[in-house]
């Protein structure tokens, strides 16, 4: 069993940065592999990273990359999503997902396991 929780969003203007955390309880946390998802408001939930258990594989949406970064510390059984350069359009819900399998589609929500309660991200224009 994993629990996560989810810290670090507010509200940042555009072009701000805002570093998200999620924290996980259970033994499994170092073997699985994470994930962050947003869910915009009125829409549905889409995939933003992914990192595997080790930390050695990265996995962005195309609407991030070079903005965003994933990142873990196992032994803190932390994620972490720095997100830079923000725009309006990633204001969303963003949730943390783990997933006790190596990822074979890191953006298929089915493949993860356990997900967090979420943390509101706002970015004002």
């Known amino acids: 069993q994993v629990q996560l929780v989810e810290s670090g969003g507010g509200l940042v203007q555009a072009g701000g940065s805002l570093r998200l955390s999620c924290t996980a309880s259970?033994?499994?946390?170092?073997?699985?592999?994470m994930g962050w998802f947003r869910q915009p408001p009125g829409k549905e939930r889409e995939f933003v990273a992914a990192?595997?258990?080790?930390?050695?594989?990265?996995y962005y949406a195309d609407s991030v990359k070079g903005r965003f970064t994933i990142s873990r510390d196992n032994a803190r059984n932390t994620v972490y999503l720095q997100m830079n350069s923000l725009k309006p359009e990633d204001t969303a819900v963003y949730y943390c997902?783990?997933?006790?399998?190596?990822?074979?589609?890191?953006?298929?929500?089915?493949?993860?396991?356990?997900w967090g309660q979420g943390t509101q991200v706002t970015v004002s224009s």
């Open positions: 997902a783990a997933s006790t399998y190596s990822l074979t589609t890191p953006s298929s929500q089915r493949e993860y396991d356990y």
């Open positions: 259970g033994r499994t946390f170092s073997r699985s592999s």
């Open positions: 990192i595997n258990w080790r930390g050695s594989r990265t």
